[in-house]
């Protein structure tokens, strides 16, 4: 069984910041990319940053010069730094992680979730 477990949402003012933490446990032989999406009331799950296993990062153009992913691949955790945040930044936000738990075959793992609140 793998799981993703979050932390570090909250509330913060328009202007502040926010460290994003997740961290996969369980069975993992590897894993390749992990990344971050978010939802917002009443809209689709977006996809705001990815890293690779190799540490190539790819950001959606709203996030770009904001958030900075990172990863520690001794530790399985993926973070999100997130600067100048902005009320529109407000969303429950995923990590998700493409994990093998040995072979060639990896699944693809959501965190429960956690809550982004930018006040303005």
């Known amino acids: 069984q793998v799981q993703l477990v979050e932390s570090g949402g909250g509330l913060v003012q328009a202007g502040g910041s926010l460290r994003l933490s997740c961290a996969a446990t369980?069975?993992?032989?590897?894993?390749?990319?992990m990344g971050w999406f978010r939802q917002a009331p009443g809209k689709q799950r977006d996809q705001v940053a990815t890293?690779?296993?190799?540490?190539?990062?790819y950001y959606a153009d709203s996030v770009k010069g904001r958030f900075t992913i990172s990863r520690d691949n001794a530790k399985n955790t993926v973070y999100l730094q997130m600067n100048s945040l902005k009320p529109e930044d407000t969303a429950v936000y995923y990590c998700?992680?493409?994990?093998?738990?040995?072979?060639?075959?990896?699944?693809?793992?959501w965190g429960q979730g956690t809550q982004v609140t930018v006040s303005s």
């Open positions: 998700n992680a493409d994990v093998s738990r040995g072979g060639r075959f990896f699944n693809k793992y």
């Open positions: 369980g069975s993992i032989s590897s894993i390749n990319d």
């Open positions: 890293i690779t296993s190799g540490g190539t990062t």
